[in-house]
């Protein structure tokens, strides 16, 4: 791992007095700290840096450099993400990363999702959450066609995500009758439009006056808008609440007629359904993934163990989805 | 009994240090001594429920043969990959469902999904 930074270095990045800086999380990939700098006219400037802890970005992800272009691009274009304050050059010393504003807000869906002060943001989160991902969707190809975003048919796509199951030599019945199951249902569509690629309620940044924030943008891909419908309405993401299918917050139809009345194509409906289910077993890979850290070695840990253990759980959703249509 | 402490007494022994310890300590450490008694509790949970026996029987039931887990699994595995073997087939889906709700009931007994169908 990179040493942390020390806040002479930040304070040089962001051209203002650092008060203090405190590592958020650490992972195999990525270290995350909040920065509380000082403005120069005098009022706090709290920002977030987020760097690769190994120097570089794992396989698949979007470079961290393309991911800050993105989300300013976002940000101009009136979406609510944080602004990109500075890209991390070679010679700041701290591997691929940027600094973005620190927006006020709760991250941690449990707690938004079942605090009473939440009730009001809750009641509304359907049709905001629905307003950015029409918005997002309707963004033009072209405005990001310097950028290395993924691109992949739905085909593609699936093909891509069974070379990554077969990885890990897991050998799951459920996993692998999932794959057929959606083999024989996808229909090969072209990537039409930017996909968030992880758009879930713990992606989301709340106030009690609702959605501040979409963070965490580097999965974001080309690919079929239907993705990031489907992935928000997948049963991990509603922490419990599973009568709401939207993130644990709202019901699935509300969200599409929202989405198309806030200028989004119209949302063929069978096929977000496979998309949950497809959602459902890419998270289940994950946490394959997740596992194999421990496994192989790679960041041995008693968390990354453990996540592993939560395949039973994707493994009872796509059954009950198979066995009773829904979940 | 055959032993005074038993693997279950261990663990049950481990949590109670791990619950001690969590309240030293902060953060992520914190945190992870909290994952280290959910995992425990696994651990117990699966020496109490052996749910791979049941997953060897319904897959055995599935394939019409006797065979070690792992074997079960890799053939039931290899004729999904191979399509002679679908959603279709008599039984199939049944017996997954019955073989996730067992590894569901190890794994995470809490789990929105595993309450429902075992109300």
């Known amino acids: 791992m990179a040493n942390a930074p020390t806040i002479e270095q930040v304070s040089a990045l962001v051209g203002a007095p650092v008060a203090r800086i405190e590592a958020l999380s650490g992972g195999a990939s990525s270290a995350t700290y909040a920065v509380d700098a000082v403005r120069s006219d005098g009022p706090p400037w709290p920002l977030i840096l987020q760097c690769a802890a190994t120097g570089s970005v794992p396989e698949g992800g979007l470079p961290r450099r393309d991911q800050a272009l993105l989300q300013q691009r976002m940000f101009d274009a009136g979406l609510p993400v944080a602004r990109v304050v500075r890209i991390l050059k070679a010679e700041d010393g701290l591997g691929e990363g940027y600094v973005m504003e620190r927006l006020p807000g709760e ?5 938004w999702l079942k605090l009473p002060q939440y009730q009001a943001a809750r009641a509304g989160l359907t049709a905001q959450v629905a307003g950015v991902l029409a918005r997002l969707h309707a963004q033009p190809i072209a405005s990001v066609a310097d950028l290395r975003l993924p691109v992949a048919s739905t085909a593609e796509a699936l093909a891509r995500m069974f070379a990554n199951y077969r990885r890990f030599g897991v050998d799951s019945p459920v996993f692998d009758l999932a794959f057929a199951w959606l083999r024989e249902r996808v229909t090969d569509r072209p990537a039409s439009a930017i996909v968030h690629g992880d758009f879930r309620s713990g992606n989301f940044l709340i106030s009690e006056h609702g959605l501040e924030a979409v963070l965490d943008w580097e999965l974001a891909h080309l690919g079929d808008p239907h993705e990031d419908l489907g992935w928000l309405c997948c049963n991990a993401w509603r922490f419990g609440v599973w009568d709401k299918p939207v993130g644990g ?3 699935r139809e509300a969200l599409y007629s929202a989405y198309e009345a806030a200028g989004g194509a119209p949302v063929d409906r069978a096929a977000t359904r496979l998309w949950e289910v ?3 077993l890419k998270w289940g890979i994950a946490c394959l993934q997740l596992g194999d850290d421990h496994v192989s070695g790679r960041l041995r840990s008693v968390e990354r163990a453990a996540i592993g253990r939560r395949v039973s759980e994707v493994e009872l959703d796509l059954m009950h989805i198979f066995a009773k249509g829904d979940v | 009994m055959a032993e005074q402490i038993e693997a279950t007494a261990l663990i049950e022994a481990v949590q109670l240090f791990l619950s001690e310890l969590e309240g030293e300590l902060k953060g992520r450490r914190a945190f992870h001594a909290k994952v280290a008694q959910n995992a425990l509790a696994i651990v117990a949970r699966e020496l109490a429920q052996a749910p791979q026996a049941r997953e060897q029987a319904l ?3 599935v394939l019409g043969h006797q065979g070690s887990l792992d074997g079960l699994r890799a053939e039931l595995c290899g004729r999904l990959r191979s399509g002679t073997i679908g959603e279709t087939t008599p039984g199939l889906v049944d ?3 019955q073989v996730a709700l067992a590894r569901c009931a190890v794994d ?10 075992a109300s």
């Open chain 2, 95 to 97: 017996a997954l469902l």
């Open chain 1, 107 to 111: 991250a941690l869906a449990p707690k």
């Open chain 1, 278 to 280: 497809w959602g459902t």
């Open chain 2, 108 to 117: 995470n007994p809490r789990y929105a999904t595993f309450r429902r169908l």
């Open chain 2, 59 to 61: 897959l055995a039931g």
């Open chain 1, 249 to 251: 917050f709202g019901d």
